[in-house]
């Protein structure tokens, strides 16, 4: 059992200068022997933890308030361990083998460590797919506790991976399942089944994109353009419609909430945007970079009718993301311009939702997932 006095959660919240709220939560732990430990935070970053003496240390993250889930590892005597008084363990064969999973707010933490969330069930699904030649594509399906036999009226959270991903992704370091797990066993959303297709052909079926970013930026981006727009038209065509028709799921806009990240939030805008009416109810994209796209969806919501539903808009970048000097380099802009310009014009039509930014790189990570989920299936 989790002893409370050492994974301590601060209520205080406070506002940060141009950044959402956040609270002080307090990370407690024991290491026998030890004189110094380093926190060593993959999701935020790292810190020496104070001494409170008898090998005691502590250290005090600013989190945003909303649920979401950390990765971090204990240094000592330079080898990085596991923390010895986390009993929520993950291995990841790159990164974190062995390490300490946090769950915030402390509540959600502890109910994992209480066994109080009840666990979904995980399914590959093979969908023929035309684009760009006749083949079979993995669809992954979450499907929640209690739903096994049933998912018919359920609404349906899409996701959608960056280029050279797979849906899996979002099965494993996204670790999309265990957030919707943790959401509805906890009461704070309804239920809903997670679809995580995947969004490139295997490998040989689509040539390289002719140009290059670094010689011919503009002509680069048309090409993906063009691209992104064929591979969603498969999406909606054929894809999405198999996964709805076989889980008997809720095959309208106000059941679809989709979130993707890099080339899968070009995929979600395009989805919108290439669409005669509404086609989801909330739609989130992290790591956007292209003002092609930007002018390109906003056009196609300003041709709707005015009394035509509008979604809801997330937009994220991340603080640290690693492409923005390539995309400065460009001169395309950086992540988080971009993020704040596409939020600006969502905001100026009354769909913005939320603006994150986030400190998980590239990735949106599980911060925007959990948003996403509540915004659209969210209970009161």
């Known amino acids: ?72 590892k204990l240094k000592v005597n330079n080898a990085l361990i596991a923390d010895p008084q986390n009993p929520l363990v993950q ?90 797990d943790t959401l509805i066993s906890l009461g704070k959303a309804r239920p809903f089944v997670t679809i995580m297709p995947d969004l490139d052909p295997p490998v040989g079926l689509l040539p390289p994109n002719p140009y290059e970013m670094r010689v011919d930026a503009n002509k680069w981006v048309g090409e993906l353009h063009n691209r992104v727009r064929k591979s969603a038209e498969a999406l909606k065509t054929e894809i999405i419609p198999a996964v709805e028709n076989k889980y008997g799921l809720k095959a309208s806009w106000d059941a679809r909430a989709m ?18 009416g509404p086609y989801a109810k909330v739609l989130s994209a992290s790591a956007m970079y292209n003002p092609l796209l930007t002018n390109y969806f906003f056009a196609a919501i300003d041709k709707r009718p005015k009394a035509t539903p509008r979604p809801q808009i997330i937009a994220a970048a991340g603080d640290n993301d690693p492409i923005s000097a390539a995309v400065a380099a460009q001169k395309l802009g950086n992540v988080d311009e971009h993020c704040r310009n596409f939020s600006a014009m969502a905001k100026e039509r009354n769909m913005l939702h939320r603006m994150i930014i986030h400190h998980y790189g590239h990735s949106g990570g599980p911060e925007v997932i959990a948003e996403t989920i509540l915004a659209a299936y969210g209970k009161p």
């Open 259 to 276: 979130y993707g990240n890099s080339g899968g939030g070009y995929h979600t805008l395009i989805l919108e945007a290439d669409h005669d």
């Open 1 to 72: 059992m989790l002893r409370r006095d050492f994974l301590l959660g601060i209520s205080t919240a406070f506002a940060a200068a141009g950044a959402d709220n956040t609270t002080t939560r307090t990370l407690r732990t024991k290491v026998d022997g030890a004189s110094a430990v380093e926190l060593v935070g993959q999701d935020f970053p790292s810190q020496p933890m104070k001494s409170l003496g008898n090998g005691v240390f502590e250290a005090q993250l600013e989190l945003p308030p909303r649920i979401n889930r950390y990765r971090y």
């Open 91 to 180: 291995a990841d064969s790159e990164r974190l083998t062995a390490g300490s999973i946090l769950w915030h707010p402390l509540d959600v933490h502890q109910a994992w460590v209480d066994g109080k969330i009840r666990r979904g069930r995980l399914e590959r699904l093979r969908v023929r797919c035309s684009y760009p030649t006749p083949h079979d594509r993995n669809v992954w399906v979450h499907i929640p506790a209690g739903y096994e036999r049933s998912t018919k009226g359920l609404p349906a959270l899409y996701l959608f991976h960056a280029g050279g991903g797979s849906g899996l992704n979002y099965a494993s370091g996204e670790v999309a399942p265990d957030l919707c």
